[in-house]
């Protein structure tokens, strides 16, 4: 049996000997102390699945549509079993995550903490500016100590595609890839597949146009393999000088204008123009990409009613979206946000309980990206 519990910020775990209990305070005590426990057959719900077999999540590129599946069913149940990822269960008392990050991170460092947390693990944070890396220490030989402190996953960013799946060769713990170069981000692509899922239901069908910056968008690889793997029809966006030839020759819908696709388009996901991986400005000024690729109040009105606007953040307002459509109605980005809670549960949780690592070895294989 799981419980979950929800405890009032302010209150105290004094006991009621040390209490002045009127009938009020008595009230205000039972509140503060109140244990949501969930049923025999929502326990049974949450059984682990049996054709669940990894032990990294490193991408989405290796994952099958069934393992994607799995990891956003488990995901929608752990958001209700904690009340939008808002309580606490005790799935992974006594386990500890550590959080390896080279890259400057909010929403995914907090995320994986919070995540944690909330399915009763601890957390170790590591920063790499005050560790022992600026000493000359190994990426590897770093990883490997915090290892040997008796953690049980690894979550790690850095700059270089392919270090999770090193580490995923060198480490006996869970590697957990929050993000490598512009190589892959497997939660961040679940956690939009599972805003876009809430809203409609399905993905199957479904019309996805990715906008922006996708040569430098590890987003964005995230995204095409996992939506195309559950049967969305993914439309790859941008300008010419931010989008592979290479996505086309894969067989993917590649546009170069956005006023073009618009009216097709279920939901639009707008990427950031990752400034700091570009070693030349791939146009003319930011005035113009914004004049082309920007969703702004007017292409708001030629898009369908019920169109679902995303973006992972951060956002640069003015860039690629307009301050009226990221706070407009239409805008899911602070549930991508809650979302990326659940997916992480989910991830950790699944990650724990596998029992065989015979795939370990062609999952950590050197990687080849478009």
């Given at each position: 049996?799981?419980e979950?519990?929800?405890?009032d910020?302010?209150?105290?775990?004094?006991?009621n000997?040390s209490?002045?209990v009127?009938?009020r305070?008595?009230l205000?005590?039972?509140h503060?102390?109140?244990?949501?426990?969930?049923?025999k057959?929502?326990?049974?719900?949450?059984?682990?699945p049996?054709?669940?077999?990894?032990?990294h999540?490193?991408?989405?590129?290796?994952?099958s549509a069934?393992?994607i599946?799995?990891?956003?069913d488990?995901a929608?149940?752990?958001?209700?079993?904690?009340?939008?990822?808002?309580?606490k269960?005790?799935?992974?008392?006594?386990?500890?995550?550590?959080?390896?990050?080279?890259?400057?991170s909010?929403?995914t460092?907090?995320?994986f903490?919070?995540?944690?947390?909330?399915?009763?693990?601890?957390?170790?944070?590591?920063?790499s500016?005050?560790?022992?890396?600026a000493?000359?220490?190994?990426?590897?030989d770093?990883?490997?100590?915090?290892?040997?402190?008796g953690?049980?996953?690894?979550?790690?960013r850095?700059?270089?595609?392919?270090?999770?799946h090193?580490?995923?060769?060198?480490?006996?713990?869970?590697?957990?890839?929050?993000?490598d170069?512009?190589?892959?981000?497997?939660?961040?692509?679940?956690?939009?597949?599972l805003?876009?899922?809430?809203?409609?239901g399905?993905?199957?069908?479904?019309t996805v146009a990715?906008?922006g910056?996708?040569?430098?968008?590890?987003?964005?690889?995230?995204?095409i393999?996992?939506?195309?793997?559950?049967?969305a029809?993914?439309?790859i966006?941008?300008p010419?000088?931010l989008?592979?030839?290479?996505?086309?020759?894969?067989?993917?819908?590649?546009a170069?204008?956005l006023?073009?696709?618009?009216?097709r388009?279920?939901?639009?996901?707008?990427?950031?123009?990752q400034?700091?991986r570009q070693?030349?400005?791939p146009?003319?000024?930011?005035h113009?990409?914004?004049?082309?690729y920007?969703?702004?109040g007017?292409?708001?009105r030629?898009?369908?009613?019920?169109?679902?606007i995303?973006?992972?953040?951060?956002i640069n307002?003015g860039v690629?979206?307009?301050?009226e459509v990221?706070?407009?109605?239409?805008?899911v980005?602070l549930?991508?946000?809650?979302?990326?809670?659940?997916?992480?549960?989910?991830?950790?949780?699944l990650?724990?309980?596998?029992?065989?690592?015979?795939?370990?070895?062609?999952q950590a294989?050197?990687?080849?990206y478009?």
């Amino acid at each position: 049996m799981v419980e979950a519990e929800k405890l009032d910020p302010g209150c105290s775990r004094k006991s009621n000997k040390s209490r002045n209990v009127t009938p009020r305070s008595f009230l205000n005590f039972f509140h503060c102390m109140k244990i949501e426990t969930m049923s025999k057959a929502d326990a049974i719900d949450l059984a682990f699945p049996e054709n669940w077999h990894r032990r990294h999540l490193l991408d989405l590129e290796s994952l099958s549509a069934d393992e994607i599946q799995i990891l956003l069913d488990t995901a929608q149940k752990l958001k209700e079993l904690t009340g939008g990822c808002r309580n606490k269960l005790s799935l992974l008392a006594g386990k500890t995550l550590a959080n390896l990050f080279f890259e400057n991170s909010t929403r995914t460092r907090n995320s994986f903490s919070l995540a944690a947390k909330r399915l009763g693990a601890d957390t170790v944070e590591f920063s790499s500016g005050g560790s022992s890396v600026a000493k000359g220490e190994t990426f590897v030989d770093t990883a490997k100590t915090i290892e040997a402190m008796g953690v049980d996953w690894v979550c790690t960013r850095h700059v270089t595609p392919g270090t999770p799946h090193l580490l995923a060769r060198e480490l006996r713990c869970c590697v957990i890839n929050a993000g490598d170069g512009p190589h892959e981000h497997p939660t961040q692509g679940l956690l939009d597949m599972l805003t876009i899922r809430q809203h409609r239901g399905r993905l199957d069908g479904l019309t996805v146009a990715l906008v922006g910056d996708i040569s430098h968008s590890r987003t964005a690889r995230s995204n095409i393999w996992g939506l195309s793997k559950l049967g969305a029809h993914v439309i790859i966006c941008g300008p010419p000088t931010l989008v592979s030839p290479r996505w086309q020759e894969l067989g993917f819908e590649v546009a170069h204008n956005l006023d073009a696709i618009l009216h097709r388009c279920d939901v639009l996901n707008l990427l950031r123009i990752q400034f700091e991986r570009q070693k030349a400005r791939p146009f003319p000024s930011v005035h113009e990409y914004a004049a082309l690729y920007a969703m702004n109040g007017a292409r708001m009105r030629r898009a369908k009613d019920d169109i679902l606007i995303m973006a992972p953040g951060p956002i640069n307002r003015g860039v690629e979206i307009t301050p009226e459509v990221a706070d407009g109605p239409h805008s899911v980005i602070l549930e991508q946000v809650t979302n990326g809670i659940a997916v992480r549960m989910a991830a950790l949780w699944l990650l724990s309980g596998a029992k065989d690592a015979s795939n370990t070895t062609t999952q950590a294989e050197p990687i080849h990206y478009v």
